[in-house]
């Protein structure tokens, strides 16, 4: 309850320092209808997605995908990373104006974005290159153990994500984020000396405090509090 207590308190911190630009919808009608076009285009996509998995698996074309990415490379780890991409970018395309529309045109439509189309989609491109550096690893590591151990590559695969998502928390603040935000530490003294004393009521060394400008995308209400590592560094 003490350290709940003290994180309210570095929010309010944040929010009354104004760190935290807040713009809420017009009306909450707006607000029901973007959610009710955001969750009907989820719908779509999800079974669209499963409808054409189906298809490709049932019709051969799973098999003729395969086939191909054997006679690219006979090493069996490569194949399936032929096989991977080339699904993947069919996906990509075939799906892309869900992609527009609910992360590009609704936003817009309903006042909640600030970046331009150019803007968008550079910030997609690197989604999906942190994307293929991350989870391509993790697909060929789950394959060698559906290879090496076949009872039990289900127990060793879900070490493999504990793990990894550790080390991801540990390197998403200096390593992650910076693909997007720019870091800047706080330039207000007084606020960062009330932050320090609550640290150290919390039992912790705080090591600085830093902000990002999520306005740059969105114009929408995101409060956010998030403290990595020891020291801790307070975002």
Sequence with gaps: MKSEGICCEFLFLLLRGQLCKIKDMNTESNAKDYQRIKLGLSLTE???????????????YSAKLRDLAAQIHAN??????????????GFLIL??????VSGFWLEHRFNLSNQRFCAWLWEQAKRLFLAFVLL???????????RSFPQSWWFWTAVALFVFSVLIGKIAPTVIFPFFYKFEPISDDTLLERMKRLAQKGNFLLTGVYRF??????????????????PAALF
């Design 95 to 100: 799906f892309s104006p869900f992609s527009i």
């Design 46 to 60: 999800t079974v669209l997605s499963f409808l054409l998995l189906a298809g490709f698996v049932f019709t051969g």
């Design 213 to 230: 400008n999520m306005s740059k995308t969105t114009k929408r209400p995101m409060p956010l509090l998030r403290v990595w590592g020891n």
């Design 136 to 146: 391509i690893p993790l697909l060929l590591l789950a394959y060698y153990f559906l």
């Design 76 to 89: 069996a780890f490569v194949q399936l990373i032929v096989f991977v991409v080339i699904l993947g970018a």
